[in-house]
């Protein structure tokens, strides 16, 4: 079992360099250039907020699953936007060997379960494939026409893009969207219906992307965002659900993780190691989760709260498994890293086990089993010399 997990790990490590992927588009705020991964969180969250939109016969559980992972192979080939020059057939060539190189990482099973997933969203030919495409024609395009001052530049390719580009399709395969579209575009009023309603939200859950936390990505070049790190943990409870305390349903995590952190574009993120008022933090949450879940049509408002709630609350097998995920994502990275976060709040590894091992052995404890001889072994290396020296 420890060489399968040390395989599943060495993938979820290699996947962090997809936030070091930059793409042509920006946030809609137009501060900088969007990475493949906090794209990626953000396709997984359409997924969910347009799963009443999707036919009878699509998955959107699959269609999430797909959105995880469909831009992994950029870690390799890099992002090559639609508006430029490229050998298409090359490039498909070049990613197939990069999902093979990556996703053979992973132990067989799971490779080959990860790699025919990738293929089948790259094939576009079934009904969870073509939703999960389209939706990945849609962010783009919304992300530019959602802005308050968008670059002209990207007003044009947009244009392009639905007037006679890869977006055109649109106008038949999902008619409501491209009508909003075109309307944005022609500066038109635009008509309230079940697409135009969940377009608020998607574009102030984008704001997720600015959130920057306590941590540092495994490059350590720079601190993480709340959107790529909801992604990865996303991946990571994916990955290693078999390791589960209990039996999970892993569609279910997925979810929660998906919407676990949305709350910080209003409360912002509280390091585990900072100083925090609990109450008052709790309160700014209540309250963000309120507003922001509150944008969404009632039913989804519901449901959207019940699964933040449930996380929150780390009852459930679901969401205690949820919750050890998320603390065991950071100290992989820290390890990598030199320290990281722990450096920075000069915290000792009995810190770090009162704060980290009761959540991650009450989901997992074969993951704590893993991890702990290895921070004891790292911060055995700084007993002479201090994290933060």
């Known amino acids: 079992m420890t060489e399968r997990l040390s395989a599943q790990i060495a993938f979820l490590k290699r996947a962090d360099m997809l936030k070091m992927v930059e793409r042509a588009n920006v946030l809609l705020n137009q501060s900088r250039p969007e990475n493949s991964a906090e794209h990626s969180w953000h396709l997984a969250l359409w997924a969910l ?54 996703f053979g990482l992973l132990p067989r099973d799971q490779a080959q379960t990860f790699l025919s997933l990738w293929q089948e969203f790259e094939s576009d030919q079934t009904p969870d494939a073509q939703f999960a ?22 007003v044009k390719i947009a244009r392009a893009n639905l007037d006679g580009g890869r977006a055109a399709y649109l106008s038949q395969v999902f008619p409501l969207a491209y ?4 309307a944005l575009l022609a500066g038109s009023p635009t008509e309230e219906n079940a697409f135009s309603t ?65 709350v910080e574009i209003d409360a912002g993120d509280h390091p585990i190691y900072g100083q925090v008022n609990h109450a008052e933090q709790e309160a700014m949450e209540q309250a963000a989760a309120q507003r922001l879940f509150g944008l969404l049509p009632d039913m989804q408002q519901a449901h959207f709260t019940d699964m933040w709630l449930e996380f929150e609350a780390a009852k459930s097998t679901d969401a205690r498994f949820a919750k050890a995920v998320d603390r065991f994502q950071t100290p992989i990275a820290n390890l990598e890293n030199g320290g990281g976060s722990w450096a920075d709040y000069n915290v000792t590894l009995a810190q770090l086990k009162a704060r980290v091992e009761p959540s991650i052995t009450a989901g997992a404890p074969e993951l704590w089993n893993w991890l702990h001889p290895q921070l004891a072994a790292f911060f055995q290396s700084f007993e002479a010399t201090p994290l933060d020296a």
């Open 179 to 182: 009508h909003h579209a075109t």
């Open 133 to 154: 495409k389209i939706l990945d024609r849609c962010q783009p395009l919304f992300q530019v026409l959602c802005a308050s001052d968008p670059h002209p530049d990207h």
């Open 198 to 262: 969940r377009i608020a939200f998607l574009a102030e859950a984008d704001k997720l992307k600015s959130v920057v936390r306590a941590s540092r990505l495994m490059a350590g070049d720079r601190f993480e965002n709340s959107a790529e790190h909801s992604w990865h943990i996303m991946l990571y409870a994916w990955v290693l659900a078999e390791h589960a305390q209990s039996e999970i349903n892993v569609d279910r995590v997925l979810q929660m993780l998906l919407l676990h952190d949305i």
């Open 49 to 102: 907020v347009m799963a009443p939109l999707a036919g009878p016969d699509v998955s959107i559980d699959r269609v999430i699953r797909m959105l995880l992972l469909h831009d992994l192979v950029e870690i390799v080939v890099g992002d090559h936007p639609i508006h430029l020059e490229t050998d298409w057939d090359h490039l498909a060539e070049a990613e197939q060997a990069a999902a093979s190189e990556l």
